[in-house]
Each structure stands twice: as structure tokens, then as C-alpha cells.
């Protein structure tokens, strides 16, 4: 119990916290996948014509192709294909938003 009550938690409002932190975890993988969708179906040429940075987009396309391959492995349990075995989705992530701390 010393773990549960380290900042005088009860076990229910640990529990829902835990809820509400996997629930805002789930509707971030869907959101991701959504706006994946959204973006492949757009040119890049148009996103240039509004003023998108070409070495940025294709950071954006990376990580957002990545966040939704996460979000299948969350639902599936598996990866899509062209994903190889012990690829760090983190890696497009940071590259195109920084580095963060863990937790952070």
C-alpha cells in the first residue's frame, strides 16, 4: 500500500486517473490515425501553396504514418508490414517535434 498512498491517493482515485490517462491515450491514437488519413490524401504541393516547409511535411507525413501504425499495433496486436521488427516509432516523432523528456 505504500506505493498506492505515496501522495495520499486513494485506490479509486488512482484507478481514475489511470481511466482517464488510457482513455486520452486511445482518442490520441484515433486522432492521429484520422488526421493520417486526412493528410495522405493531400498533395503536398498544395500544403507547400499555403506556405508548408517541404522538409517539414515530410517529418509531419513520417511521424503521422508512424502514430497510426501505433495505433493499429494498439488495436490489432500487430504491425503493418512494412514495419520491421524492433522499429522505434518514437524516432519520426522526435524528429519532427524535439525531443522530450520522458513524462515530460
Not at 515530410?58 to 520491421?84: K, M, N, V
Amino acid at each position: 500500500m505504500a506505493l498506492i498512498n505515496a501522495q495520499s491517493l486513494s485506490p479509486q482515485a488512482i484507478y481514475d486517473l489511470a481511466i482517464k490517462w488510457l482513455l486520452a491515450h486511445q482518442a490520441s491514437l484515433d486522432s492521429l490515425a484520422k488526421i493520417n488519413g486526412w493528410l495522405t490524401g493531400v498533395a503536398d504541393a498544395d500544403l507547400e501553396a499555403i506556405g508548408a516547409d517541404p522538409a517539414d511535411l515530410s517529418a509531419l507525413r513520417s511521424a503521422l504514418a508512424d502514430a497510426a501504425a501505433e495505433q493499429q499495433i494498439h488495436y490489432t496486436g500487430a504491425a503493418p508490414a512494412s514495419y520491421p521488427a524492433g522499429y522505434v516509432f518514437a524516432t519520426s516523432q522526435v524528429r519532427f517535434i524535439g525531443p522530450r523528456l520522458p513524462g515530460g
